[in-house]
């Protein structure tokens, strides 16, 4: 009999494992946020229309909602860890060659090919990566855990965004590549620790994907509620239109100049660093699925107020709020999929979800882009808001409905 069958992973895995993961993280998304700085950066300095930058971040979305489901099905079909060691050794040599490129050639065509290369290895990292967290976590601790690989994040793109300002204005350009590529050579050591480190004889793959059986794994649900998606859409759209129109925001409806777009930028990051924090205390670490359209229909209230605030403050209280209910809602819909589905189906079911989440966001890009400049920001955020709040309100009414029409049933039987 195994001895280890009953056992908790945190119990096999040393803290060390978790902590070479989230080092892992952290520099992944430090050399992600590099990546994407000095791209747009660069095409920005070379002259370049608002739509070549627009084009540029449209490729990136369109390769990875075309990758999203045959990368989640690898995902569940190979070793999670190898195949996050795989999307490192990708970016990197994407990266070299980039900055190769670009040195006798225009930035704009060099750009937008690795765009898509990039962002199809980018989705297989973070799919994998995300995989792997509950086999190295119990599942009483996921909310602590996701929270802390979300504040990995979070410090990896504000060290990233600090060191990529300095070195395109210190040095050539296309160095912020190789830094890049340098953080993501960091996080491709780090991962191989998670399996490395793993006592002998306790588990030798618990990083790749499990067989149902028909124990408690193999009684997980196969498919995401539709009220996590649907959260999780809404959750992921406000945050690229708020990516997307902050800068425009700033400019047309505050009237401000960089300084006041770096201080909301620095509020978004406070929120999301904020929500860390209140996830690592215990009392969330039982949180469930039930608070997350309440957070959701929070952000869409906070994100419709914009419409009216013309002063910075109340701004930035107000983006405060939409970066905690953005991180809080991905952390929690994160933890409740990986509650409900099955370990060997995981990749999948984060495949499909971001390819619904891409397929929407480029619905939204092509609106915002068929209208021009014809709807100012705040419009846009006050109609986004509403349909948040009318979403979650519909989905409370229909919960309602459906159960009295279920204990009509029962008491007809």
């Known amino acids: 009999m195994d001895?280890?069958?009953?056992?908790?992973?945190?119990?096999?895995?040393?803290?060390?494992v978790r902590s070479f993961f989230l080092l892992s993280v952290l520099f992944s998304a430090a050399g992600r946020n590099a990546y994407y700085v000095g791209a747009i950066w660069i095409l920005a300095e070379a002259g370049n229309s608002a739509e070549s930058i627009a084009l540029f971040l449209a490729l990136g979305s369109i390769s990875e909602f075309l990758a999203s489901a045959p990368v989640g099905y690898l995902v569940d079909r190979f070793d999670r860890t190898r195949l996050c060691l795989a999307g490192d050794a990708i970016r990197i040599a994407i990266l070299i060659i980039t900055a190769a490129v670009m040195i006798k050639q225009t930035p704009n065509d060099t750009l937008?090919?690795?765009?898509?290369?990039?962002?199809?290895?980018?989705?297989?990292?973070?799919?994998?990566?995300?995989?792997?967290?509950?086999?190295?976590?119990?599942?009483?601790?996921?909310?602590?855990?996701?929270?802390?690989?979300?504040?990995?994040?979070?410090?990896?793109?504000?060290?990233?965004?600090?060191?990529?300002?300095?070195?395109l204005?210190?040095?050539?350009?296309?160095?912020?590549?190789?830094?890049?590529?340098?953080?993501?050579?960091?996080?491709?050591?780090?991962?191989?620790?998670?399996?490395?480190?793993?006592p002998n004889g306790a588990t030798h793959d618990r990083c790749a994907p499990q067989p149902c059986s028909e124990t408690s794994e193999g009684e997980k649900a196969a498919r995401v509620p539709r009220f996590l998606v649907a959260s999780y859409v809404l959750i992921y759209a406000m945050g690229m239109?708020?990516?997307?129109l902050m800068s425009k925001f700033v400019l047309l409806e505050l009237g401000g100049t960089a300084f006041e777009f770096?201080?909301?930028?620095?509020?978004?990051?406070?929120?999301?660093?904020i929500s860390m924090l209140?996830?690592?205390?215990?009392?969330?670490?039982r949180a469930g699925g039930s608070v997350i359209p309440?957070?959701?229909?929070?952000?869409?209230?906070?994100?419709?107020a914009l419409c009216t605030t013309r002063d910075l403050n109340i701004a930035c209280v107000l983006v405060t709020i939409l970066g905690a209910g953005y991180n809080l809602s991905r952390v929690l819909i994160d933890v409740e999929i990986q509650k409900l589905i099955a370990g060997a189906k995981l990749g999948?079911?984060?495949?499909?979800?971001?390819?619904?989440?891409?397929?929407?966001?480029?619905?939204?890009?092509?609106?915002?882009?068929?209208?021009?400049?014809?709807v100012g920001p705040s419009t846009v955020f006050l109609a986004f808001g509403l349909g948040m709040i009318a979403c979650i309100i519909a989905g409370y009414l229909l919960n309602f409905a459906r159960s009295k029409s279920s204990k009509r049933r029962e008491a007809r039987s």
């Not at 999948?348 to 014809?374: N, P, Q, W």
């Open 3 to 16: 001895q280890d069958a009953n056992v908790a992973p945190d119990q096999l895995r040393p803290r060390s």
């Open 112 to 167: 937008y090919v690795s765009a898509v290369f990039y962002a199809a290895a980018d989705r297989l990292y973070l799919t994998a990566s995300s995989a792997i967290i509950p086999s190295i976590t119990a599942s009483e601790r996921l909310v602590g855990f996701n929270s802390l690989a979300y504040a990995a994040m979070q410090v990896g793109n504000m060290l990233a965004a600090v060191i990529t300002g300095w070195l």
């Open 169 to 198: 204005g210190a040095t050539v350009q296309t160095v912020s590549f190789l830094f890049a590529a340098g953080t993501f050579a960091i996080s491709m050591l780090s991962m191989p620790q998670v399996t490395l480190r793993l």
């Open 241 to 244: 239109l708020v990516s997307a």
């Open 262 to 273: 770096g201080l909301l930028e620095f509020s978004w990051g406070a929120g999301a660093m």
């Open 278 to 285: 209140i996830l690592t205390l215990r009392c969330f670490s």
């Open 294 to 304: 309440i957070i959701v229909f929070s952000s869409g209230v906070a994100m419709a």
């Open 348 to 374: 999948r079911a984060k495949g499909r979800m971001h390819a619904i989440c891409m397929g929407f966001s480029l619905t939204i890009y092509a609106a915002l882009t068929a209208v021009g400049d014809g």
